[in-house]
């Protein structure tokens, strides 16, 4: 043994250039061979196998000692077989093929076409022989190698087609951002604003539009058809279509009825009151009264019916008077007594009404022309039904404002009278602006509490207090066109005032400190000949963001403009408005959110809690040729999405503004500005 080993080692004979190739001639030589010399050689692991020296010599060798080698020929065999399979069972473990096992490839290759020669001199064995070994081991491994090679290339694409499709979806098949769209409805009558009102009625938590619509028959003798639209928040689709008699001033919603499930509308025309459905439109109640001038008002329950009543000011049947007060039952929408008139001494527009709760939790309705007047709810409802209200919060009195009383005889507490005519009253909350329309409970919570906003004498600007009913403070600027809008400029906690007033072609935007009536901010434009009132939109950071109309801003240099414009003249209409955002963090920097030809002439705000989005609805006329009557545009646009494609506009001295704050600065910060209802 230890001699045959010793020759194995020293691998006699011509070695080949591969590992396990030896000239078989060599070993014919040697007569000395024995079982063991097979044995050593046919050993697997010395890189040689059975069949390694097979040519036409050695096959002719064996042939001549094949009697004395056959016994343990046989017996080496059956060992080389057993040590065979071992090696086999652990080729298929390796993850990839090295270095050594090419080598064994090699050597296989060469065994195999050996393999089938002796085959075909002992007998034939075949494929199936011996030699079939090898063949099925490499067809293995090829296999398992293709299959890992498969695995691999589905773990790769599956991901990249999956990803692919998901990008593709989101191109082509999702629809547009809630918010975005444009319809035309009706025809323009002027500049007058429709009645604009925003409530959820589908149960998609955004507020869907209610608007009303004027249009014109085309008939040979022409006439105006009315209706009420409800359209979807999410794409402008009509949910339903209501025809009237005469057109409508006034849609609120969000009164609440214990006997209806759905959301009450309520349209408001010139002579009836109508209660319908908000998700079907169909009727629920109506009174009929005559010359209604205001829009609803929603009071504390009168009657002990658990249901909110209504208050609507008309002009009385005795021409005489000045002004009467209707009471109407929330609940089945019947008067309740008869209108309460009042005699008012002075003349002007239309003040409220409104209506307040004082700080002893007592009622009071204000209202008034051009003075502003206060009268308990309590006397009201007693001259209108000779009783007293039913709900005891409804029969409260304040001392402190009855005080205010200048004789006992009269109703009527005055809260502002002077020589300048009041153009405007209204509550300082935040969005009131937005929501002075709605008759739920949540959203006149706040309202009927607060502090007054006052505008008179056409130029002059006050807020009075509601607790004695002074003023705290008086700001004066040019002429005020539009109601101010309460947000929030500085971080003070205390509401400020955004106003607007035009001279001379000169627009001039203005912020005015709501805790001591100092001048906060502003600049002048070129006017866009509008009167529409500006917007407060809230944010998730308490501060407010503001929304006006203007058109191109005159920058310092360019004040020289004001001289050439001759006094008493209106500048030429701009062609084109734009839309301006104004942020208090950014005060020399406007965003222009979107320009057109069209003329706003309402607009109202939505909030999307869920996206921390806020949607800016406007109601335009746009121009058409003369011979047709001009078209009716509402449009819905989201502020984020609106401000990503904004423009930056410069305020101020462009030589000393314009490098800071930089565009990546500013457009960092604008989007991510997200939007929250206060």
């Not at 609940?331 to 002007?348: I, S, W």
């Not at 706040?446 to 002059?460: A, I, Q």
């Amino acid at each position: 043994m230890a001699s045959a080993l010793s020759r194995a080692l020293k691998l006699p004979g011509k070695k080949g250039p591969d590992l396990g190739e030896y000239d078989p001639l060599t070993q014919a030589d040697s007569e000395d061979e024995s079982e063991e010399d097979d044995l050593v050689l046919n050993y697997p692991r010395n890189g040689l196998g059975r069949d390694s020296c097979h040519s036409t010599g050695s096959s002719k060798l064996r042939g001549s000692r094949h009697g004395r080698l056959v016994g343990a020929e046989d017996e080496a065999q059956e060992d080389e077989e057993e040590e065979e399979d071992e090696w086999r069972e652990r080729l298929p473990n390796k993850s990839r093929l090295g270095r050594d096992d090419m080598k064994s490839m090699q050597y296989w290759s060469h065994r195999d076409s050996g393999r089938d020669r002796v085959g075909e001199e002992r007998g034939g064995l075949g494929p199936h022989g011996g030699s079939g070994l090898g063949i099925h081991s490499i067809d293995a491994e090829e296999k398992r190698m293709r299959m890992k090679n498969a695995v691999r290339s589905a773990f790769f694409l599956v991901p990249l087609l999956c990803t692919t499709l998901l990008v593709l979806l989101c191109a082509f098949l999702i629809p547009c951002r809630k918010g975005e769209w444009e319809k035309a409805l009706g025809h323009a009558g002027g500049v007058t604003p429709p009645a604009l009102a925003l409530w959820d009625v589908d149960g998609d938590s955004v507020e869907d539009v209610f608007l009303g619509v004027t249009e014109w028959t085309n008939d040979t003798h022409p006439t105006q058809v009315y209706s009420v639209v409800a359209l979807s928040a999410a794409g402008g689709q009509l949910l339903w279509r209501k025809a009237m008699q005469e057109s409508v001033m006034y849609i609120q919603c969000g009164l609440q009825i214990n006997t209806q499930t759905s959301p009450v509308v309520l349209l408001i025309s010139k002579s009836s009151v109508i209660a319908v459905n908000g998700t079907t439109g169909k009727n629920l109640w109506s009174v009929l009264l005559q010359n209604i001038e205001s829009q609803a008002v929603l009071l504390p329950d009168l009657q002990g019916d658990s249901i909110p009543d209504l208050l609507i000011a008309t002009l009385p049947a005795d021409e005489t008077l000045d002004l009467s007060l209707t009471l109407i039952s929330g609940l089945n929408g019947e008067k309740l007594g008869h209108p309460v008139p009042f005699n008012l001494t002075a003349h002007g527009k239309l003040i409220g009404p409104l209506l307040h709760e004082t700080q002893q939790g007592a009622f009071y309705i204000l209202f008034g022309l051009g003075d502003v007047e206060a009268v308990s709810l309590c006397d009201v409802y007693f001259h209108a039904t000779g009783e007293m209200p039913k709900s005891q919060s409804a029969r409260r009195k304040d001392t402190v404002w009855e005080g205010l009383k200048k004789t006992n005889s009269t109703s009527f507490i005055h809260i502002y009278r002077g020589a300048e005519r009041v153009e405007f009253l209204l509550p300082v909350v935040a969005g009131f602006g937005n929501n002075h329309n709605r008759l739920d409970t949540v959203s006149n919570l706040n309202s009927t509490k607060s502090d007054w906003v006052l505008v008179h004498g056409c130029c002059k600007l006050s807020v009075l207090r509601q607790k004695d009913v002074r003023k705290e403070w008086t700001f004066s600027s040019g002429p005020i066109h539009s109601q101010p809008a309460p947000g929030h400029f500085n971080e003070d906690g205390v509401l400020d005032l955004f106003i607007q007033h035009s001279a001379n072609g000169i627009m001039q935007a203005q912020v005015v400190d709501g805790a001591y009536g100092h001048l906060l901010w502003k600049a002048e434009f070129t006017c866009p000949h509008l009167v529409l009132e500006s917007s407060a939109v809230s944010t998730s950071t308490g501060r407010s963001v503001f929304l006006f109309w203007a058109s191109e801003p005159i920058k310092a240099q360019k004040n020289v403009i004001k001289t050439t414009v001759t006094p008493g003249v209106a500048a030429a209409e701009p062609l084109i408005r734009k839309l301006f955002l104004l942020h208090p963090a950014y005060p020399t920097i406007l965003l222009e959110l979107t320009s057109t030809t069209d003329t706003t002439v309402t607009s109202a705000v939505s909030y999307q809690e869920g996206d921390k989005d806020a949607t800016y609805i406007t109601v335009s006329s746009r121009p058409t040729p003369e011979s047709e009557p001009g078209a009716r545009i509402v449009k819905s646009m989201s502020l984020r999405a609106a401000i990503t494609k904004a423009q930056i506009v410069r305020l101020g001295n462009e030589t000393k503004e314009l490098i800071k704050p930089g565009a990546f600065e500013l457009n960092s910060f604008f989007r991510r500005l997200s939007f929250k209802h206060q």
